[in-house]
């Protein structure tokens, strides 16, 4: 089965710019996830998609995040202003079911705010 | 949820097993033990996982003590492409994950 495309792979922006991120996750996966991973840490979950509503945003920095997922498929991810701590590689994942055993990540877009 | 703790790093022989620790002595009854490894430029790579028996698939066996407080990962002959970072990660019924800086493993030619 084809993975979970996520675009662009390299991003850079000046501070203050916005910038928008593409996810296409497995076909029939109906749990959406993203994740900000910072240089040396581990990944941080930044929201969860059920279908096309919001499970759980609560570490997603709201005033300059924000994300959608139209019918429920594809979904985008929008930093508004950036700033330099935003500077991640920005994962997606896919799991059938929120209790779905294993989740597939994407390779990520890597963002650097300068 | 339960909080992980690994050891930074561990290098191992090719052709020998790695055997990659993790201590969860928080771990509540309902809460499951995960495995996952990021390999360089990747995203994480889901491994195996396990909640009370021993569980083993073709990448690699995960033994959990009997009090369940601790967890090893093992792979049985390691390559140089099983150089990575593993995450060893407790999920609750949240079904999220909480990754931690998990340990970097890497095998020597």
């Known amino acids: 089965e084809a993975g979970v495309a996520q675009s662009p792979r390299y991003k850079i922006i000046e501070k203050r710019q916005s910038v928008a991120f593409w996810c296409n996750p497995i076909?029939?996966?109906?749990?959406l996830y993203w994740y900000q991973q910072i240089l040396g840490q581990g990944p941080k979950l930044l929201i969860q998609?059920?279908?096309?509503?919001?499970?759980?945003d609560s570490q997603l920095p709201k005033d300059r995040f924000s994300a959608e997922r139209l019918k429920g498929v594809d979904s985008t991810l929008k930093i508004q202003p950036a700033k330099l701590e935003d500077s991640a590689v920005y994962l997606c994942?896919?799991?059938?079911?929120?209790?779905?055993?294993?989740?597939?990540f994407g390779s990520g877009t890597r963002l650097t705010v300068v | 949820d339960a909080k992980t703790t690994q050891p930074p790093s561990m290098d191992c022989a090719e052709g020998r097993a790695a055997n990659l620790p993790c201590n969860h002595s928080?771990?509540?009854?309902?809460?499951?033990v995960y495995w996952y490894r990021q390999i360089h430029s990747q995203g994480p790579q889901y491994i195996i996982h396990?909640?009370?028996n021993n569980e083993t698939n073709e990448m690699a066996s995960l033994i959990i003590t009997e009090d369940r407080k601790s967890s090893t990962l093992i792979l049985p002959h390691a390559t140089l492409r099983d150089t990575a970072v593993y995450y060893c990660?407790?999920?609750?019924?949240?079904?999220?994950?909480?990754f931690g800086t998990g340990t970097r493993l890497k095998v020597l030619a």
């Open positions: 928080t771990i509540s009854g309902n809460e499951y």
């Open positions: 994942a896919s799991s059938l079911a929120p209790g779905d055993y294993g989740y597939t």
């Open positions: 998609f059920q279908n096309n509503g919001v499970v759980d």
């Open positions: 076909s029939g996966h109906a749990t």
């Open positions: 396990g909640l009370k």
């Open positions: 990660i407790v999920r609750s019924g949240t079904y999220k994950y909480i």
